[in-house]
């Protein structure tokens, strides 16, 4: 974004550090408004590395220049102490490019030297339960870094593209309820919550509730949390993640598959035109993600799926949901993502609907990632008879009753309709090249982990 798109800042902030680096103020008089990042020097001359939003630059500040007040303000002007800073934007060769020689300064909210900024090399290597627990605990600051930063820009685009796909094809954005009465990705996953002397639970997936305003809207989708009550912590399960969901009327296993393949390269495409740079600081390969902005994904049956990981060693027999271990094995080869479809009836849930060619399958798909990463999507076409949908349910063995409004929309003009959820956090993983889908998301939720 430019200057331009940031007019209306509050408080009279006009300069901003990226347009600084990039050459837009060269020779200019600017007042900077930031952090301190890093700060360095001696009795005549300090040297601070100055962030904002948008980027670092280093300030030169010299006492014979500034006078001696702000020369000592800024000497005790500790990390992270938020400034206010003037002066003349200078080429120079040091490491970025620009730098500013400082004329004033004034210290905005200063950090006391008896409570340091806890984030450091030293703390990281000494902390009790390692690194990783330390900066979990500061989590709240550790949203400042550079990483955490940039992680979060993508994140932002991620999100604005799955919106502006959606939109751009006339799909409804439509809002569930997080309480509610059933499951819809089983039992063992869900979270109780006492609800006024009963008991209710929160949401899994909108998709429910999504189905039940199908006949109304035809094309709709969201942008919610979904809980679940993940006990393993793994790499890529969160108990409270972002899913995006779309449903759609008089659509087919390969109709939802399309608008899939189709949210996903527009996001990969949305990234390489907004957050490369972030991308490439990263560390990411730009021509992975060129590839999956650009090509097709292949479909292949969940049958071919066993006999590949047969054939490389692994133990699954028929009829088993793929877990982690095994998508892992099966896309560590993969160069694009590939969908795996009709997974056999008794290992999904009873909304699927069978196949009217040979219903020991179910029409239904999961999108799974290349590099190892695994399912991003699971989706399909959903059982829409009446009579259909009581025997999935008896046949699952679940209670009708929280489901009553569900087999309704089947008794008032059922419609072949199907849809999708993709878990956000999951792609942000994956395309930012990411271990851990904790590093995806600002204040990751697992079994051991509600604070900060
Ligand atoms: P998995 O087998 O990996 O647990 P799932 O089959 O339970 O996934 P679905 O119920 O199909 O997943 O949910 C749709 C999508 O939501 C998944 O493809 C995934 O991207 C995402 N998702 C599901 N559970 C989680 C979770 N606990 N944390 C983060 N994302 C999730
Ligand atoms: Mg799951």
Redesign the pocket.
Known sequence: MGQDGRTGATMGKKYWIGDVRSGSHDGENVELKGWVHRTRGSNKIRFLVVRDSTGIVQCVAKRDLVGDECFEALKNALIESSVVIRGVVETTEREHGYELQVTEAEIIGPVNPDRPFPITESAMEEADGGETEFLLDNRHLYLRTSRMTTMLKIRSSVFGAIHSYFRDRDFIEYQAPNFVAGA??GGS?LFEVPYFGKKAYLT??WQLYAEAAMPALERLYTMAP?F?A?KSRTR????E?W?AEMEIAWASNDDVMQHGEGVVRNIARNLLEERSEELESLGRDISLVERYADSEYPRMRYDEAVEILQGKGVEIEWGQ?L??SKEKVLTADFEVPHFLTHYPRVAKPFYHRPDPDDSKYVLCH??LAPEGY??????GERTWSEDEILERIDEEGTPRDPYEFYIDIRRYGGVPHGG????V???CTWLAGADH?REAIPFPRDSRRVTP
């Not at 999708?420 to 878990?423: K, V």
């Open positions: 819809v990705e996953t899994q997936s979904s679940r993940e890529r399960h969160l108990t993640f899913h949901d877990d982690y999961d999108l695994g399912e991003i999507i699971g989706g999708f959820g993709l878990g956090d999951r792609v889908i």
